[in-house]
């Protein structure tokens, strides 16, 4: 009997999303985890495209951003 269990794709799927948080509030219900990811990229990609008087106005230096910028689409 082969001693190496094969991890289906359901598996994989349940472990991200403990990881990453699947009930995340921003997350679009559309297109579920694909969604969720799309919308971390566009969100901090414009996020670092503020200007510091915008970053200013929602209580963010620009340090703070940038690392939030910076950050994988998949990371939460």
């Known amino acids: 009997m082969n ?5 289906g794709l359901p598996t994989a799927v349940q472990a991200f999303e403990r990881v990453q948080g699947a009930d995340a509030p921003d997350a679009p219900m559309d297109f579920g985890r694909l969604g969720l990811m ?11 495209e503020l200007s510091d ?5 929602i209580g963010l230096s620009r340090e703070q951003a940038q690392r939030e910028a910076s950050k994988p689409f998949w990371l939460g």
């Open 38 to 48: 799309l919308h971390r990229w566009n969100s901090r990609r414009a996020l670092g």
């Open 3 to 7: 001693s190496m269990r094969k991890v």
């Open 53 to 57: 008087q915008a970053l200013q106005d």
